[in-house]
């Protein structure tokens, strides 16, 4: 009986190394982007953040703290001082009257998170939470 030459089997292992780098691959990508979806959807809170300010009329010490998604967590935190000096600043220019009433400290909320959003030029901030809010008068 003659004998068979040995079978080459270089291209049988070659597509099956690039087969099982594929799964490898679109499997990485596939828990890559489940774990971004997940960090989306938690919610990130910043430290409290307290605010003294004073104006003509009126002298506020609040304490804010600021809602975004965990995927912006760290944008929150490398930009905790501007967030603060724009909360400052709003605070200081807001009409604290308007704010007294029925859904004054609401509205305040969604200013303060629109000023922050317009002066970062982002969308990163999705609320600011009023936790203390304490206003005195000094007009006398």
Known sequence: MPRTAPRDNSLLITVGAGAAALVVGFAAAWLYQRHMVKLR?????????????????HSVAATFAIRATGAEAGWVKKNQSALEQIL?????EADLDAAKGPQGLRALQGKLRDTLNQAMGTDNVKEVLITDFLVGDTSD
Do not use: D, H, M
């Open 88 to 92: 400052k600043r709003t605070l200081t």
């Open 41 to 57: 959807s938690e919610p990130f809170f910043s430290k409290p953040v307290p605010v003294v300010t004073a104006n003509s009329a």
